[in-house]
């Protein structure tokens, strides 16, 4: 009888560097969900209250009277005509319903978080307006039911945002065992660390359906990647494909379109012959992923046509915002990588510069290493993820009075720097230069020195306003729970588990053909 094999030191951190980038977003998300101040997130504070609803199970809530705004973040009439139709009114516990300072600074980013005063008494009354009442309710169930243990609003927040972080970086987690190829090493993952980018971090640290979606759709799309590859796919494919399309069906009204869009990969990519030989050969956990898919987005789809409103434009209306649509596509990409706050936290310019030329370096990778077929889907992707962008803005964002936001789109453009990375794991076996596995970790260091920048970033903002010194720590106005040191130093450990992370990862086993991907 032989022994099995002793696995040496390499191959043992090869085993563990999937859990290392694992516990690097998830050390990352818990420093924003500490250090963020509550509210100061786009719409959080409308937000929580729909959690603090649905988690008491006031699911619909009701109209609030006609010509009322209270409760309001619009500013144009048009805003406020959109946000009348989408408001409702909702029972929440008095001692924790949302009070005023939530969102005292947003827009206003001389001022520190100091402007709001936790201090103040709970409202007496036990209904409150949330304009996002008729969005889809089922990822608010879990925050809101968290939420309902805290002693006040402050508290509540944090447990509610602790909710959706635990199902975000779950998300994370099946992406990154989807992708992950020991052959390939840290090549890898390169897509999904350019893919999650710290607008995705920030997003899954807020009270909102967005962290989830978007945490969802990295997940779907890793999956169905990883169905593309020649080769089994491990049960650990069709959770992510199932979990992952089930959360970004339910998250919000566009969540069944992603869906369909992202399984439309899997042929583009692979072909049809392999995308029925896969589904096939899936046998029961291809129905299973299937069946739960399916019946996720018929929940959606139900209460969309039941529970959802809709902007009223005709063409003309369409066809006259895609002029201003194109002009808005510089401010999206910026909040693709990062903006924070209530949209008004901007990173320094060479953070989007680094990010810019990460992306460029693996699509430029891509497009030379990549077969033929994989060139044209590249291309195709790119050029989607613009129009996306550009039509959803047209028709259904810029009709309600308000402009586009990049977390609006992101559950599906992120399959550019997904895809983009999957071609360079398939082809990696062909690069033989040292210079270029060598810069792996140096490409990797850039992307977890942007990860923490956007949090310093951020910080800084909210201890001392952007017109505020620097190195704030001594000239902190507003401080978090525990103090500002303590979650820096937890946004630095996330940073250097990246590093970490991609150096046990290793750059790959050389010679080796990545063809077939690795057997499950």
Avoid at 27 to 42: D, I, R
Avoid at 91 to 114: D, I
Wanted: glycine content about 10%.
């Amino acid at each position: 009888m032989t022994s099995p094999p002793v696995l040496g030191g390499r191959d043992q951190a090869r085993r563990l560097a999937p859990w290392l980038f694992v516990l690097a977003y998830l050390t990352l998300v818990v420093a924003w969900v500490g250090a963020n101040p509550p509210g100061a997130a786009p719409d959080e504070p409308a937000h929580y209250v729909k959690a603090l609803a649905a988690g008491g199970g006031a699911l619909v809530g009701t109209p609030p009277p006609a010509g009322s705004e209270e409760g309001l973040s619009a500013v144009t009439p048009g805003q406020k005509a959109w946000q009348a139709r989408t408001t409702r009114l909702v029972p929440v516990p008095p001692s924790l319903a949302a009070p005023p300072w939530l969102a005292c600074n947003a827009h206003l980013t001389e001022v520190s978080s100091a402007c709001r005063e936790p201090g103040e008494p709970a409202p007496e009354r036990a209904v409150q307006p949330t304009y996002v009442g008729t969005y889809q309710p089922f990822l608010y169930l879990a925050p809101g039911w968290l939420a309902r243990l805290a002693g006040d609003a402050s508290d509540a927040i944090l447990l509610a945002r602790g909710a959706g972080a635990i199902v975000a970086v779950t998300l994370f987690a099946l992406a990154v065992l989807a992708l992950w190829d020991p052959d390939a090493g840290a090549a890898s993952l390169v897509g999904l660390l350019l893919a999650l980018t710290p607008m995705v971090v920030f997003l899954a640290s807020a009270v909102s359906a967005s962290g989830a979606e978007v945490a969802a759709g990295l997940c779907y799309l890793a999956a169905v990647l990883r169905l593309a590859r020649p080769g089994p796919p491990s049960s650990s494919t069709w959770v992510a494909l199932a979990v992952g399309g089930s959360v970004l069906s339910l998250s919000r009204s566009l969540g069944p379109m992603w869906v369909v869009l992202g399984a439309a990969v899997l042929p583009a990519a692979s072909g049809v012959g392999r995308t029925r030989a896969v589904l096939r050969g899936g046998g029961w956990r291809a129905v299973a992923a299937g069946s739960a898919v399916a019946l996720s987005m018929a929940s959606s789809i139900a209460w969309e046509l039941t529970r959802q409103v809709h902007p009223e434009a005709g063409r003309g209306v369409i066809l006259g915002g895609v002029v201003p649509a194109l002009g808005e596509l510089p401010e999206v990409y910026r909040q693709h990588v990062g903006v924070f706050g209530w949209l008004d936290t901007q990173l320094p310019t060479e953070a989007y510069l680094v990010w810019s030329l990460g992306l460029g370096a693996i699509g430029v990778s891509a497009m030379v290493l990549g077969s033929a077929r994989q060139r044209l889907v590249l291309a195709v992707l790119a050029l989607a993820s613009v129009m996306l962008s550009v039509v959803v803005s047209a028709a259904l964002i810029r009709p309600t009075g308000f402009g586009m936001q990049a977390r609006y789109v992101m559950p599906l453009t992120v399959v550019v720097p997904l895809f983009a990375g999957e071609v360079v794991r398939s082809q990696w076996a062909r690069v033989r230069s040292w210079v270029l596995r060598a810069a792996l970790w140096p490409a990797v260091a850039a992307v977890a020195g942007v990860q923490f920048l956007a949090w310093y970033t951020n910080a800084r903002r909210q201890a001392v306003g952007t017109d505020g010194p620097k190195l704030f720590l001594g000239a902190a106005e507003w401080q978090p729970p525990l103090g500002w040191l303590a979650w820096m130093v937890l946004a630095l450990l996330g940073s250097a588990l990246l590093v970490l992370a991609a150096v046990a990862a290793g750059p790959g086993r050389p010679g080796r053909s990545l063809l077939a991907g690795p057997q499950a």
